[in-house]
């Protein structure tokens, strides 16, 4: 699509921006797509009939598990080596992507070029489109988001709260009125996909900010104003109520490696599948944000806090010396085997996909190791992790007993001050938007129809089989 047409399509929709870095991201992924678009048809033509894998019975039954039914651009997960964003792993992207001054680790804000892009952005990409967003986060929007927010119950879940404030947003949907009004269309869905997601990955953190100053001061007002010379992630810790320079390289981190676990987990996948109706980004996004808030999914990281913490207790009540490797394994040993005896999971560790350790445990596991290495609660996961593989390889079960991404992240946030870990999945949804909001971008971009699998009754398969028990 030619420039031209492509200002002329929005305009059509009677949106219109003044943004030379938008203008620069949209030529970008223009140029992209045309450059994909060739290849996919290619793939279409001469293998179209081609299986990626074959659909069983037992994986019928089975959460699809093994079934390579999808396609989603932004990342993609090994199970050995873990997940890579547009072909990069995280130390590369560690390495590679532009970072705040004086800091180590990436800028969400260039992840999320990069996972729309496919290429790694400049400093001064980076930069603009930060400035980007922070113009946009200057809405309206949040003022219902505030109103909204106050009058739920204070202790409703904050998982809750933040879809609930995501679907405050949604009544600014650039997307959803250009297409009540008739202005949407096949040529630009993609780019009113693209207007909602950066006002939405815009916004989102002040509605994170306001729950966590709700649950913690009873007051949803903002810590902190956003500050032009700060980046994404350390303005929200401001309005969180974090100034702590070290937070908030950790907060980089940490919004950098949630954003993004291909297209097959719940979140993405249900955010994808929401937007294939054409419902708007937001709708979208609040529907993914209602499966990552399940205790396999991302609660699991809340859940991950609540098994350490009795792990302790019981550790104390026991008068176990938790400064002695020996004895403190031995002792969560036993009370490990009790939880599994009582046929409740580890949380943190396991994976449908992933076979080995999580990189983004790893990575974490470096950022303690180099900030506080001597900070409790990162001695007893350590400890954790000497006896988990062993405990659940014995006990039989899963297919992987290596930690996943959750088995880490609170001991990070806890050390910094963040001790309501019930609000620990939101700061995963406020990250995990950039990927799967740049994967709905991709889908209207090439043009993916409503996803609609077919599925059985089990009296239909015994028929097929003509099996009577
Ligand atoms: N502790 C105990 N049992 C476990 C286990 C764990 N950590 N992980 C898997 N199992 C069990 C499963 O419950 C299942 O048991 P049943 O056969 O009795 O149903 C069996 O092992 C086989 O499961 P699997 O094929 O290895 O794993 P799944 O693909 O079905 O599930 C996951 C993957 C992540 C849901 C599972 O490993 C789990 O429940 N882990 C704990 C929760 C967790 O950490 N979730 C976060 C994942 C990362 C994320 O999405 O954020």
């Known amino acids: 699509m030619r420039a031209a047409t492509r200002v002329s399509c929005l305009a059509a929709a009677g949106i219109r921006h003044n943004s030379s870095i938008v203008d620069q991201l949209k030529t970008t992924l223009v140029q992209k797509n045309e450059a994909l678009a060739p290849q996919i048809k290619a793939l279409n033509a001469k293998f179209g ?20 039914g999808l396609v989603y651009e932004p ?3 090994d199970s050995e080596e873990g997940i890579r964003f547009r072909g990069l792993t995280i130390p590369e992207c560690q390495e590679q992507l532009p970072k705040a001054p ?10 999320l070029w990069l996972l729309l ?23 309206e929007s949040l003022k219902l988001v505030q109103t909204t927010l106050d009058a739920l119950p204070a202790n409703m879940h904050p998982m809750t709260q933040f879809t609930i404030g995501i679907m405050a947003l949604q009544h600014y949907s650039k997307f959803a009125s250009a297409y009540a009004e008739g202005k949407a269309n096949k040529k630009n869905y993609w780019e009113l996909a693209l207007e909602d997601s950066l006002d939405c990955i815009a916004r989102v953190p ?9 649950i913690t001061t009873g007051k949803t007002d903002l810590a902190a104003p956003t500050k032009t010379e700060l980046d994404w992630a350390a303005n929200f810790a401001n309005q969180m109520g974090f100034s702590d320079k070290e937070f908030h390289e950790c907060m980089r981190l940490y919004l950098t490696i949630h954003v993004d676990h291909e297209g097959g987990n719940v979140s ?6 929401v937007a294939s109706t054409l419902a708007d980004p937001y709708l979208s996004f609040a529907a993914g944000m209602n499966g990552l808030a399940g205790p396999l999914h991302g609660l699991a990281n809340q859940e991950v806090l609540t098994y350490l913490f009795e792990m302790r207790s019981k550790c104390k009540a026991d008068n176990v010396d938790m400064t002695k490797d020996e004895p403190l ?15 409740r999971v580890v949380p943190g560790y396991g994976h449908a996909v992933l076979r080995k350790t999580d990189p983004r445990y790893t990575c974490q596991r470096d950022f303690c190791a180099r900030n506080f290495p001597d900070d409790e609660l990162f001695r007893l996961v350590n400890n954790v992790y000497e006896i988990m593989p062993g405990i659940l390889t014995e006990h039989g079960k899963t297919k992987n007993p290596f930690p996943n991404v959750d ?22 949804g406020v990250s995990r938007q950039i990927g799967v909001l740049s994967g709905v971008v991709w889908d209207r971009l090439q043009g993916r129809p409503i996803e609609r699998p077919k599925s059985v009754t089990t009296e239909s398969l015994l028929k097929k089989f003509k099996l009577e028990v």
């Open 75 to 77: 990342s993609l997960l």
């Open 329 to 343: 394994q031995k002792a969560l040993n036993k009370y490990t085997w009790d939880l599994l005896n009582s046929k």
């Open 268 to 273: 993405a996948h249900t955010t994808t599948l």
């Open 407 to 428: 088995a880490h992240s609170g001991v990070l946030l806890q050390h910094y001050g963040m001790k309501e870990q019930n609000f620990y999945t939101v700061l995963f």
């Open 206 to 214: 002040a509605v994170g900010a306001m729950i966590y100053r709700k």
């Open 117 to 139: 892009t496919g290429d790694v952005p400049t400093a001064e990409q980076t930069a603009q489109l930060n400035a980007e967003l922070q113009k946009r986060a200057d809405h």
């Open 102 to 111: 004086g800091g180590t680790e990436p800028l969400p804000e260039a992840m």
């Open 49 to 68: 009939d081609e299986n990626l894998s074959t659909a069983t019975v037992n994986k019928a039954y089975s959460g699809m598990r093994g079934i390579t």
